[in-house]
């Protein structure tokens, strides 16, 4: 008996004659499994058994060496043709780089965008690693589960001829020898399947490689072309030849032999990936079924009963996203399928069928939009105040121009590629004229200037000077078509087909943004009233078309107005630079001197993770380094985001009046350290998505930040104690406002906190700037518990007409005009909690101890009312008092609030006992 050769070390050279899957490998196995079958038929029915075993392996490992002799030459060329392509790829880009774009060069360019569709369908053949490693790995799972391998053959000898009864201890038995070497040829052919097995996962795996980087660089070889080759003639201009050639064209249209290989590409698509073939019906069922669903709630919107109770605006809303939903159905469907018949196995039919239903998809979508704009009980019927008297009229008129206009998409896109795009200056020209001229016509029933069937809209919603400027619109509109059927006569097919699928695009956008922006506006005014709380109770439905109730008036209102401005302001900007950019990036390849403006300033190299699949299956991780240019763009980006970060930092002290202090009270260190660390966080966020644009990358200025940080840290060490100090302050609280104490050799009463120092007041009138860093490092004394001072506490309500921090600075100087009220510690209003129709603030003043302070509340406090009700300033329902011990304790009473807008008034357990001892 002969032995398998074992596979090759991994050391030896991949040369053919040394592969142990050679030729004459596979006929010595296939002399094996000869042998195997003719002993199999003389020998003893046990010993029979175990050859006919052995041939099954045998013939497993010969179809393993034919598959991976089929594999590793598909790898073979798949590395020829890559590096033939990148090689390619290289050469073009410096010729366009040194020579600019000739007719020659783009000639050259048409010629590879041919080749790169022919290049796509042989990779897609190699694009099944994932199904072929499945096989793999389960056969190699088989041989482990193999019972008799041959690992100890004299015992597995002596367990199989002691199954069927044989005597097998018999000393040089022929039979059990027989036996024994059968399994140890058992063995050496399994170890050679393991190992052929782990051969053929790496090759798929390299194939599997390889096939990802060809995918890549196909992707960047035609953004290449299609960025230069836009305004390059691809036909010539047209004739009578185009006349002589229309008949051929016809039955090139409807020859079957051209699409033979459509059916048996698409049984392999389906074979190879069943799941996404059953992912696509069952997506194309969910969108139509969601289509239909989202049609029956928008023509039901005015009769269900939910939505009979919404304001106007609310209805719109619903009505706009329901009317784009519907539009986007039909377009996503047929989307849908031209993705999926242009991934995976492909074919040439199957490449331009997905080409073919991808144009007919943005033709319905253009189409689409306008029709359920315009459908009977649909958003211009019941939401949009017009008549238009010819409505149904058009609605029918699309409904049948549409269908005839995707149809016509799809052919023109069919028959401008097949035969490599032979009959694109015919059939395919001469369709794209009169669908082109159906267009115009269109145009011309809606936009001319009088009788046009959108005259009154354009009137109504347009403004006066669009409205004059009507007949402007009207030749731009039936201008555009005539255009492009001028560009495809002159030859430019392949351009007028780039320039149509972006006014397609650009306009179904406009049609749906349009839609939706009542919507829009809608949602920013909720949002704005659910963050400042400036929506009332109870709402009218009639009020709710302008959004006025629940407004605050007063300098309260006018500041919500100020702030509501600036944020605007700052969105609009935010929306004009994203349509701005989403149009040149949409529009620059139809303007290639455009990007003459936008030069490369310099490269930035990136190193990124890339997913790739090793021999054994698994997805594994590989460092790629990128090459990134920074444009003059990147830094008009940069630019603009460290504006909009400045802005946002500028704005924040009023959005955290408005949004927070309106909700929580701060002292005023916590309101300073709360500020400032926004700010630094804002900076922060937009100094690092502005050095994303620009490319500084944290690996280039690292040395240069610890640098950095170490002379700060020695120059500025005495600035962080103090911040970390202010930290301390700021939180552990170790002085309070008002409090006095001493700090060093220096006794005062703190005035102010800050993140950096506190101010501290002697009663003189001097103030100190203590450093903060002092109360970590030196000794400090609160003489506050000492009984020096008592502290005045008292709250009231008052109306939502004035800013509470105006409120504040006026019960401040009422408290300093009292002559009993120390000046230092200066007196505090703080606003306490915000209701619906009132606000509550605490004012706290300081007296000398001795004095009544109970009989000198109350004098205060008719004061405060009386100063408040002469301003028409006081609520109706005022809160009760907090006990004086109570809020020396500093007591938490954050629930007592007051009547009618807070619930009932609730007192803290400690003032609540000591009420019971009384």
């Not at 701005?580 to 001197?593: E, K, Q, R, S, T």
């Not at 050799?745 to 100190?768: I, M, W």
């Not at 619906?836 to 406090?861: F, H, K, P, T």
Request: charged fraction near 20%; include cysteine; aromatic fraction near 8%.
């Amino acid at each position: 008996m002969s032995y398998p050769l074992l596979p090759r070390q991994r050391g030896e050279s991949e040369e053919w004659r040394q592969s142990p899957y050679a030729d004459m490998h596979v006929r010595a196995a296939q002399q094996s499994e000869m042998r195997f079958r003719s002993l199999a038929q003389t020998s003893d029915p046990i010993a029979a058994d175990i050859a006919v075993q052995n041939a099954d392996l045998v013939q497993q490992w010969i179809e393993l060496a034919t598959s991976y002799n089929q594999l590793a030459t598909r790898l073979y060329d798949a590395k020829d043709q890559l590096d033939a392509t990148r090689s390619d790829y290289e050469d073009v880009h410096q010729k366009l780089t040194r020579h600019g774009l000739t007719p020659t060069i783009g000639l050259l360019l048409r010629h590879k965008k041919d080749q790169l569709d022919q290049w796509q369908i042989e990779n897609s053949q190699t694009a099944l690693a994932s199904e072929a490693l499945g096989k793999a790995r389960q056969k190699q799972l088989e041989l482990d589960l193999i019972r008799l391998d041959g690992s100890d053959p004299e015992q597995q000898a002596a367990q199989v001829l002691g199954d069927v009864g044989y005597d097998a201890n018999r000393y040089g038995d022929p039979l059990r020898l027989q036996v024994e070497e059968l399994l140890r040829q058992r063995a050496a052919w399994i170890r050679s399947l393991q190992v052929g097995y782990q051969d053929q996962q790496q090759k798929i795996s390299e194939l599997d490689s390889i096939a990802t980087a060809s995918q890549s660089l196909a992707t960047d070889y035609r953004m290449l072309i299609d960025r230069h080759v836009m305004w390059i003639r691809s036909d010539e201009p047209i004739g009578l030849r185009d006349a002589r050639n229309l008949k051929g064209g016809m039955a090139a249209l409807f020859d079957s032999n051209r699409s033979a290989d459509f059916g048996p590409t698409f049984e392999r698509k389906i074979s190879a990936n069943p799941v996404g073939a059953i992912g696509l019906l069952v997506g194309i069922v969910l969108i139509l079924v969601l289509r239909w669903i989202a049609k029956s709630w928008l023509v039901a919107i005015g009769s269900r009963r939910r939505m009979r109770k919404a304001s106007p605006n609310k209805r719109k809303l619903y009505a706009g996203v329901l009317t784009v939903l519907v539009a986007a159905g039909i377009p996503a469907v047929l989307f849908w399928i031209g993705r999926w018949l242009g991934t995976g196995v492909v074919s040439e039919a199957t490449l331009h069928a997905a080409s073919a239903f991808c144009a007919g998809s943005l033709v319905a979508w253009l189409i689409e939009v306008p029709r359920q704009w315009l459908r009977a009980d649909g958003y211009l019927d019941q939401h949009v105040d017009i008549e238009l008297p010819r409505r149904p009229r058009a609605m029918k008129y699309l409904t049948i121009i549409g269908m005839g206009l995707v149809i016509a998409a799809y052919t023109i896109t069919l028959m401008s590629q097949i035969d490599h795009g032979m009959w694109r200056g015919s059939v395919a020209r001469v369709g794209f004229i009169l669908a082109m001229l159906l267009v115009g016509w269109t145009m011309h029933l809606a936009l001319r200037p009088v009788g046009g069937f959108l005259e009154p809209l354009i009137e109504k919603y347009c403004g006066s000077v669009i409205h004059r400027g009507r007949f402007l619109m009207y030749f731009a509109g039936i201008g555009l078509p005539l255009f492009l059927i001028g560009l495809s006569a002159l030859g430019y097919s392949v351009t007028t087909h780039e320039i149509i699928q972006r006014i397609i695009f650009t306009a179904a956008t406009l049609m749906s943004a349009s839609i939706l922006w009542a919507g829009v506006k809608y949602v920013s005014a909720e949002l704005w009233h659910l963050l400042t709380g400036t929506r009332g109770s109870t709402q009218e439905p009639g009020d709710s078309e302008e959004l006025e109730t629940g407004r605050v008036a007063g300098a309260l209102g006018e500041h919500f107005l100020e702030l509501k401005h600036h944020l605007a302001f700052l969105c609009q900007c935010a929306l004009a630079l994203g349509v701005i950019v989403c149009f040149g990036w949409l529009w620059i390849d139809v303007f290639p001197n455009v990007r003459m403006g936008n030069p490369v300033l310099w490269t930035v190299e990136d190193t990124v993770q890339q997913a790739s699949i090793n021999a054994t299956g698994q997805t594994v991780m590989q460092s790629v380094v990128e090459t990134t240019p920074v444009t003059a763009m990147n830094l008009l980006l940069a630019a603009g985001t460290l504006f909009v970060a400045f802005q946002l930092a500028k704005l924040l002290p009023a959005l955290f009046d408005a949004l927070v202090l309106q909700r929580v009270s701060f002292d005023e260190g916590m309101e300073h350290f709360t500020l400032v660390l926004g700010r630094f966080l804002l900076f922060s966020v937009g100094c690092f998505i502005a050095c994303k644009w620009i490319g500084v990358r944290w690996h280039t200025i690292q040395w240069l930040a610890v640098g950095l940080m170490i002379g700060l840290g020695f120059g500025l060490q005495d600035m962080v104690r103090n911040l970390f100090g202010g930290f301390i302050v700021l939180f552990e609280k170790p002085a309070r406002l008002g409090d006095l104490i001493t700090v060093g050799n220096f006794t005062g009463r703190v005035a102010a906190q800050r993140l950096r120092t506190t101010v501290l007041s002697d009663d003189d009138g001097r103030e100190v700037i203590i450093p903060n860093k002092n109360f970590v490092s030196d000794d400090v004394v609160n003489w506050m518990g000492a009984g020096r001072l008592c502290v005045i506490p008292m709250e009231v309500a008052v109306t939502r007409d004035e800013r509470p921090a105006d409120l504040c600075r006026t019960l401040q100087e009422l408290m300093i005009e009292q002559p009993d009220v120390l000046l230092t510690p200066a007196p505090q209003a703080t606003l306490v909690c915000v209701g619906q129709r009132s606000q509550r603030i605490e004012v706290r003043a300081w007296i000398e101890q001795g004095q009544n302070a109970e009989r000198y509340r109350d004098q205060l406090l008719k004061l405060v009312r009386r100063h408040l009700l002469e301003r028409n300033l006081l609520a109706q329902n005022q809160p009760s008092q907090p006990e004086m011990r109570d809020v020396l304790t500093k007591q938490d009473d954050s629930e007592d609030f007051f009547d009618d807008d807070f619930g009932r008034p609730r007192i803290s357990d400690a003032i609540r006992k000591r009420k019971r001892r009384a």
